[in-house]
């Protein structure tokens, strides 16, 4: 089955990539690489033997899109293709709806009009702002984002569960992903943050390789074991494999108007010191870090209840946090070398 992949050049688009590929669906990569570099089609090619399609477009061009699926019959859609930028979606909230929406509707409506069924959407834990019980059900109210990229998420969401439920050609399904961490254990795909990295395993390597001074902690006074905030950091590699699971469920799904969201986490939270403590453990080493002040609109702590996703999607996490800091490191001395 052919699957379209936007964004599947980048982060958690290229560690999918390799899963389909080896469950033995057949993606083709749909990327305008804005924030990612088509060195990953050399990395993908190392790991799986085969050149992986690749067209350099953007989703938010109808016509371009259109003609797309006129060559390529497409069996399903898996959208990564987004801004992610938290804080830059705060100075420019235009920017990520008019790209994060109007990709999400040319898919929509492309896919309706060439009679595709199957979307799987790149949503975000970010939909339940800070939760007042823990851990997140697929269940717990959404609450209004704090960020423009946040609401895009929440927005996006809907859209796809309108449109499912008007056009019961399309089944979909909406992926919330908690914290992804590591790198595929080959080290020859994984994180490439342009600029300085906002998020912190990506930021952590970098320190640890030298590449910067020294990790600031955001806050040590929250209300954790520890003060510092807490995650549910998931392996990209596990988070991958829950996207192969989603498209199974739609391929075996009878039922039209079949829409529903999981939460891709892996049950368990970790504050940012045990993330370093287990980093440190992992790859026997000492990082240089100190604390500093609280960043702006963090979360104090979330991490998920997984259950649904374990048995609907039976899907389930395989790797720890330890192996992910592991694949995360050796991808870092990696890429540093380079
Ligand atoms: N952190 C640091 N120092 C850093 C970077 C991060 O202490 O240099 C801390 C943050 O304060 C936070 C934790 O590490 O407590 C995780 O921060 P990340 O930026 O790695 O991840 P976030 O949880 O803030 O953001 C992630 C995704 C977003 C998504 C959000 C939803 O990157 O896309 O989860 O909660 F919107």
Redesign the pocket.
């Known amino acids: 089955m052919k699957i379209a992949v936007t964004g599947g050049t980048g982060y958690i688009g290229s560690h999918t990539v390799v899963e389909l590929q080896s469950a033995g669906f057949e993606p083709v990569i749909v990327d305008n690489l804005y924030n990612s570099n088509q060195e990953v089609l050399q990395g993908l090619y190392n790991i799986t033997g085969r050149d992986i399609p690749f067209y350099n477009i953007d989703c938010t061009q109808e016509q371009a899109v259109r003609e797309l699926f006129e060559k390529e019959k497409f069996d399903g859609v898996i959208h990564f293709a987004a801004y992610?930028a938290?804080g830059e979606s705060v100075a420019e909230p235009l920017k990520y709806y008019e790209n994060n929406l109007g990709s999400l509707i040319v898919l929509l409506k492309v896919m309706q009009e060439f009679g595709v069924s199957n979307f799987v959407f790149s949503s975000?834990?970010?939909v339940y702002g800070q939760p007042d019980t823990l851990p997140v059900t697929e269940d717990t109210p959404r609450l209004p984002a704090t960020s423009p990229?946040?609401n895009t998420k929440a927005i996006s969401e809907d859209i796809i569960r309108d449109f499912v439920f008007s056009k019961p050609a399309i089944k979909a399904i909406s992926l919330r992903y908690f914290?992804p961490v590591g790198a595929h254990p080959s080290a020859e795909i994984g994180e490439l943050p342009l600029g300085v990295p906002?998020?912190?395993?990506p930021?952590l390597t970098q320190a640890a390789a030298g590449l910067r001074d020294t990790?600031?902690?955001?806050?040590d006074d929250y209300d954790t074991a520890d003060g510092?905030?807490v995650?549910d950091f998931i392996h990209v590699v596990d988070l991958a494999k829950a996207h192969v699971k989603a498209l199974e469920l739609l391929n075996g799904q009878s039922e039209p108007n079949y829409y529903d969201v999981f939460n891709v986490g892996t049950g368990q939270g970790n504050t940012?010191l045990e993330l370093i403590k287990t980093f440190e453990e992992a790859n026997n080493l000492k990082l240089n870090y100190h604390i500093g002040p609280r960043?702006p609109g963090?979360?104090e702590k979330?991490w998920a209840q997984s259950d649904k996703a374990n048995t609907v999607l039976k899907w389930k996490t395989e790797k720890t946090l330890a192996d992910s800091l592991r694949d995360a490191w050796r991808w870092q001395q990696k890429i540093t070398k380079k």
Do not use: A, M
């Open positions: 992610k938290v975000s834990c970010t990229y946040g914290n906002n998020n912190l395993v930021y990790l600031v902690v955001f806050g510092t905030c995650r940012v960043r963090d979360v979330i």
